[in-house]
Structure formats: structure tokens, C-alpha cells
């Protein structure tokens, strides 16, 4: 009866319905309108804004804000204390405006770093500077206010992406890709501020499970290694929700969001449904407890990111003259193909090995320098593991220390996934002078002649 009669009240007016200093029945029954998600996200960047960052990125079809929520230290920018890149998350809830547990899921996630930090919870602060999220909460705010999984164009936002954009059996994919206000800014979003994030996942209220690329084909995607080993962790430790291919867990279903994040963007990307069971209004339960499981397995995910790409580091590289031996372990989930180390001459000169492509087609071109990513040019690392080979850099001027290696490679096997360069440390680098292989050609002769001279000097003396 409390917890109705607050509900009652808060109903009242957007303005009453606030979260803002309201109490915990309300903050914890009580979905989100618009409105009150309007008045929470300013507060919190009031309150904190060492660490959040509020932006407008886009308007719903009826002119409502798209609030984004960039969350981190950003005492140094967007580096981390070691002057690398941060990892970044990308998280977006509300696509269908009628699942709202969805979208408190994302709200919660944004809550549990936001007050960590402020409660100076040191694993958090330490995970902030080291992190970027982004939280898009509330995408079809119009459907959400309305109650309805439609946006207000009666266009389902999750099948109007530019990926195999209306191929599948499907409802109101709208007139063309991006035909939404609301989908064409979260797809500029990906693809100015977040092209490298490594990981994104969407927020979904329906059937309790988790769904990865594809949902177009039942096949698994390029890079089922990471999905496996998550899975895995997650059942094994955290929760026993089933993570699938999302055309075999779910149905077929194309234009959505994960398969444009991972098709198009290269993300390693998740669908997270919620179940149904939920109100109109709000939940009896708490939403921190009826969520609490979901949100185990949403900090999993995000204190992890590190690991969901290939991560390369050159244990030894021999050179010998003209060969270069590296040898490389992998510590990411995720695989890599066509690795190629890059000899970055003093004068600026870019030498890379002699490779021979597939069918005889050579791995370099005039018009197009080094193709990377054909297959066979290069070389693979597998997830977790390590490789040593060989490579021939014909006369590139590396058999002295003039230049600097730098090692290519993609963070996924996924085309689509971003490609990174990292220079070798120096303290892995050996060179073989000729004297630890062989005698120089001078001192050859001079030997020779010595052993002669003396052959016949012996010759004399017996005489």
C-alpha cells in the first residue's frame, strides 16, 4: 500500500515524480518518464562533474532530448594515467519505449559508477581512470512516455539500422535505414565518438537471455571465440542466463543495432534482454534486488573490456641480418589475423616483410602499399595463446639499430574491426652481429694465408 500510495503521488505531475531527492520508494519503484530522467541525469552532472559529462547528441521525432552520459576521470582527458588510450563502453537503453526494466538496467549501470566513485569506492575510482562509458539510457523517450514499443512514426527503432536493413520477416523497419531521428543519431554517435569502443551493449526488455551476432543467419559470428569464453565465465560464475547467437536464441531479425555495432562498426556487442514481468508504472519489488542479477553481469562485461579484443605483446625479436624471428603472445579473448611488423627507418623509410599472398598474389602493391587485410598476408594469433615466425625483410636496411618496429594488427577477426599500431618495446629487441653467426670475409682470407704460410714453413724446417 506504501509503495502504491507513492506511486499515486508521484504520478501526479512529471515535476513530483522527480528521483531527485525523493525517497528510495520511489527511486526504487518508480520507471522513468522523460521527465524524471531529465532531472536525474542533470543532477548527477551537477553533483559530479569531475567525472560526468551530460550531452544532447540528437532530438526524438518529437523534439525530445537525447541525453548521452559520458562517465570517467576526465582529470587527463581521454588517456590513461600511463598516457595510453582509455578502453571504452558504449551502452544504449530504450530502443523499444514500452521495456522498461531495459532501461533501468542502463540507468542502473550509469548509478553504480557514478555514486562508487562518489562514495570513493577505490576499485571504481582506479576502473574510472582508466575507462570511458558512454550511456545513451533512453532512446525512444516518445515510446517510452507513450508505453508503446513503437517510436512516434510507428517505426520499430531496432530494425531500422544500415545492416541487412529489411532482409528478414520483420515489422515496421521504417522507409529506408536511419529513417529515424532517433537512429540516425546513435548511429553518428558510434561512428564519430565512440568508432573504437570495445564493447557496446543494448539494453532490451522480452525473454531473460543475452544474444550476439548474427541475427540475420544462424551461423556463429567471426569472432565466437570471445562470445564462447563469455558465455562461459558468466554461466560458470555469475549467472545462469542463456548468452546465444541471437538468431537461434531469439528468431531472425536484421537492421538491429548489435549486428550494425558488430557488422559495420566491429564492437563486440550484446543484446541484453530483461524478462517481461514488468508494471506500467513500476515494479513492487526494488529495482536495485529485481535487477541485481543483470547488473552482476553488466559490471562483468564492463570491468573486463580490456580483454574483449587481441592484445599483443612481443615477448623476443631476433634480428639476423635480414630475417626477423618474433615471437608474440596474445592476452586478449579475442583472435587476429594478418599481423605484420612494420621497420620504421631512421629517414622515415617503411620497409615491411616479403610476403607472398594466396594464388601467388603479392601482399604489396604500388597503387595500394601493404595489403593487410587479405587473407594470407600476415600472420595470425589465436585468443589466449602464443606464435613464433619468421619473417624475410629482403634489403631493408635493418641489420643495425636505425629505426623502430611497429607492430600491425586488428583488434578482431571481424573485417569491420579497427586496426591498431604499437611499437615494439626496445628492451625485446635483439640484433645478431655477424661475429656471433661467422668470421667476416677478411678474416677468412687472412686465416687462410696464415695456414699456408705456415704449411710451408713447416715444409722447410723438415728439410
Request: hydrophobic share 35%; proline share 4%.
Amino acid at each position: 500500500m506504501v509503495v502504491l500510495s507513492s506511486m499515486a503521488i508521484a504520478s501526479a505531475s512529471p515535476i513530483a515524480s522527480s528521483q531527485i531527492s525523493q525517497p528510495d520508494i520511489v527511486q526504487e519503484h518508480w520507471y522513468h518518464s522523460y521527465a524524471t530522467l531529465t532531472l536525474d541525469l542533470n543532477a548527477w552532472a551537477d553533483e559530479h562533474p569531475e567525472i560526468v559529462n551530460l550531452l544532447v547528441v540528437g532530438q526524438t521525432e518529437l523534439g525530445r532530448n537525447l541525453w548521452m552520459l559520458q562517465i570517467s576521470d576526465w582529470s587527463t582527458g581521454d588517456l590513461k594515467p600511463d598516457g595510453t588510450n582509455k578502453e571504452v563502453v558504449y551502452i544504449d537503453g530504450g530502443h523499444h519505449g514500452n521495456e522498461h526494466l531495459g532501461t533501468e538496467l542502463a540507468f542502473l549501470t550509469a548509478e553504480h559508477y557514478i555514486e562508487g566513485w562518489a562514495d570513493g569506492e577505490q576499485d571504481i575510482i582506479d576502473f574510472l581512470s582508466k575507462t570511458e562509458l558512454h550511456i545513451l539510457i533512453m532512446l525512444n523517450a516518445d515510446g517510452n512516455d507513450f508505453d508503446t514499443r513503437w517510436n512516434v512514426n510507428q517505426v520499430d527503432l531496432n530494425r531500422n539500422y544500415d545492416h541487412y536493413w529489411n532482409t528478414c520477416p520483420t515489422t515496421q523497419p521504417g522507409t529506408s535505414a536511419f529513417s529515424e531521428s532517433e537512429t540516425l543519431a546513435n548511429s553518428i554517435y558510434m561512428n564519430t565518438e565512440v568508432p573504437d569502443a570495445d564493447l557496446y551493449v543494448t539494453m532490451h526488455t522480452g525473454v531473460w537471455i543475452i544474444l550476439y551476432p548474427w541475427g540475420k543467419w544462424p551461423e556463429q559470428p567471426s569472432d565466437w571465440e570471445l562470445y564462447h569464453s563469455i558465455r562461459d565465465d558468466v554461466n560458470s560464475d555469475i549467472s545462469d542466463i542463456p548468452i546465444r547467437n541471437a538468431n537461434q536464441g531469439l528468431y531472425p531479425n536484421c537492421g538491429t543495432s548489435r549486428d550494425y555495432g558488430y557488422g559495420v562498426m566491429g564492437y563486440p556487442t550484446f543484446t541484453f534482454e530483461t524478462d517481461d514481468e514488468q508494471f506500467l508504472l513500476g515494479t513492487i519489488e526494488p529495482l536495485s534486488q529485481r535487477l541485481d542479477e543483470e547488473l552482476e553481469v553488466m559490471k562483468y562485461l564492463i570491468d573486463n573490456v580490456w580483454f574483449w579484443r587481441a592484445r599483443l605483446v612481443v615477448n623476443s625479436l631476433l634480428v639476423d641480418g635480414q630475417s626477423v624471428e618474433i615471437e608474440v603472445t596474445n592476452h586478449g579473448r579475442a583472435s587476429t589475423a594478418n599481423v605484420t611488423l612494420n621497420f620504421i627507418s631512421e629517414d622515415g623509410g617503411v620497409w615491411m616483410p616479403r610476403i607472398d599472398g594466396p594464388d601467388g598474389i603479392s601482399c604489396e602493391a604500388d597503387d595500394l602499399g601493404f595489403n593487410y587485410s587479405m587473407p594470407g598476408c600476415g600472420f595470425g594469433v589465436n585468443a589466449t595463446n602464443s606464435t613464433i615466425v619468421t619473417l624475410d625483410y629482403g634489403d631493408a636496411p635493418i641489420s643495425v639499430e636505425n629505426g623502430d618496429f611497429i607492430l600491425v594488427y586488428q583488434k578482431r577477426v571481424i573485417d569491420s574491426s579497427a586496426w591498431v599500431s604499437e611499437p615494439v618495446n626496445e628492451t625485446s629487441i635483439e640484433f645478431i652481429s655477424t661475429n656471433k653467426r661467422a668470421l667476416s670475409s677478411p678474416s677468412v682470407i687472412l686465416c687462410m694465408f696464415c695456414i699456408l704460410f705456415a704449411a710451408f714453413k713447416g715444409r722447410d724446417d723438415s728439410k
